[in-house]
């Protein structure tokens, strides 16, 4: 058996999907016996005494213990950014698509202020925030980074904190829809909103730059956040070693994976339009959009004409309101599609298409794929 040392933690969900698809590439492809996080008596990751291994998959989080990992002299793939080495091959999180689907996202619900939260920390690199800011400057919206006034590593007691957070929220202009860097803080922002009275998602909205399913679920209210492909990141970090330890040449450039979408939840469920009617609409397709309405079921719970209903959807949401139920229809359809209980016929039906073949020519037109290599293309991803 190959021997390779994982030094990625097992104390984050994150951490833990990137070790599962380790172990599902080692299990279907490789004769590979796993030593999984090892750490000192410090609890920091380290390779064991008098190891003898054949390679190495690191999150490094110091440019120590990279140099340490590389003095091995053993094939080494980073899958993380936080300590950046060209030498080194990497597995990355693609973070211009993150910031794609993250602006994507919030402008769907009609935001058009934006932050980026992420307390200054040694824990993880400015990607994310640069990869953000440089995506919203393209559309000429401004970016309001959080920037407290002290060093990484400096720690502050959890009074002082919130105090610092609350002042900067209080700043900025509401409503705002707020990335933050991961869901840990992504939490933390909404428990320092809740106990400073800041309406979450009324005032700020909030969306979690990775998935932790603790914390998005026992946040207050639970929390939207980025799906990050960590089982991808795991398996192609797998891939790659498995190349190099064959005496393949290390890739020049880093791997970059794309995130999966959005988990949409109650933290980012507001609709941040200055217009009472149109917000009505808005709630009336996304709350029927599945029973097949058509846009005069809007104007017989709206009190407004189909010419104005028509122009403010598209100064809005640059999309007619038709458009907007079939796209409400199909992002419903997406999360059903992963569902094996349900058939393709059931999905359609639960998504108010009249039949399997009108949902299957609507979902090619606006996806690029049908329903069937949809569904495909889930259960391979949960096989990873």
Not at 172 to 197: F, K, S, W
Not at 213 to 227: A, G, H, K, R, Y
Not at 236 to 246: E, I, K, W
Request: glycine fraction near 6%; charged fraction near 25%.
């Amino acid at each position: 058996l190959k021997q390779i040392a994982v030094l990625v933690e097992t104390d984050s969900s994150s951490g833990c999907r990137i070790i599962r698809g380790i172990a599902n590439y080692a299990e279907r492809n490789a004769d590979w016996h796993l030593v999984i996080d090892p750490r000192d008596h410090n609890h920091r990751p380290i390779l064991p005494d008098a190891w003898h291994g054949d390679g190495i998959i690191a999150r490094p989080t110091s440019q120590q213990q990279l140099d340490m990992l590389r003095g091995s002299g053993l094939p080494l793939v980073n899958v993380d950014a936080l300590v950046a080495d060209q030498r080194i091959p990497s597995v990355l999180t693609d973070e211009a698509q993150l910031a794609e689907v993250a602006l994507g996202h919030l402008l769907d619900r009609g935001f058009r202020e934006f932050a980026y939260f992420a307390p200054p920390s040694l824990e993880y690199s400015k990607r994310r925030r640069d990869a953000f800011a440089a995506r919203l400057e393209r559309d000429g919206w401004p970016c309001h980074v959080y920037k407290p006034g002290y060093r990484a590593g400096r720690r502050l007691g959890w009074g002082e904190q919130q105090r610092r957070v609350e002042r900067w929220i209080r700043k900025l202009p509401h409503p705002i829809a707020i990335l933050a860097v991961d869901a840990t803080r992504a939490r933390q922002l909404a428990e320092i909103c809740q106990l400073a009275g800041i309406r979450v998602p009324d005032d700020v909205a909030i969306l979690a730059g990775n998935h932790d399913e603790l914390m998005c679920d026992v946040s207050t209210p639970p929390l939207s956040s980025i799906n990050v492909a960590s089982e991808r990141i795991g398996h192609d970090a797998a891939h790659a070693l498995s190349q190099l330890m064959t005496g393949a040449a290390p890739p020049l450039d880093p791997l970059l994976v794309p995130p999966r979408g959005v988990n949409s939840r109650q933290s980012t469920d507001l609709l941040a339009i200055d217009d009472e009617e149109i917000v009505d609409a808005l709630r009336f397709i996304r709350n029927n959009a599945h029973r097949g309405i058509v846009v005069e079921d809007i104007l017989r719970q709206v009190p407004i004409s189909r010419r104005s209903l028509e122009i403010q959807f598209r100064k809005y949401l640059g999309r007619s309101p038709a458009r907007e139920i079939r796209r409400v229809q199909l992002e419903r359809s997406r999360d059903l599609l992963a569902r094996r209980e349900l058939s393709i016929t059931e999905v359609a039906l639960a998504c108010g298409f009249a039949s399997p073949s009108h949902f299957s020519k609507c979902y090619r037109a606006h996806y690029d794929t049908t329903p069937y290599r949809e569904r495909g293309s889930h259960a391979a991803r949960l096989s990873i």
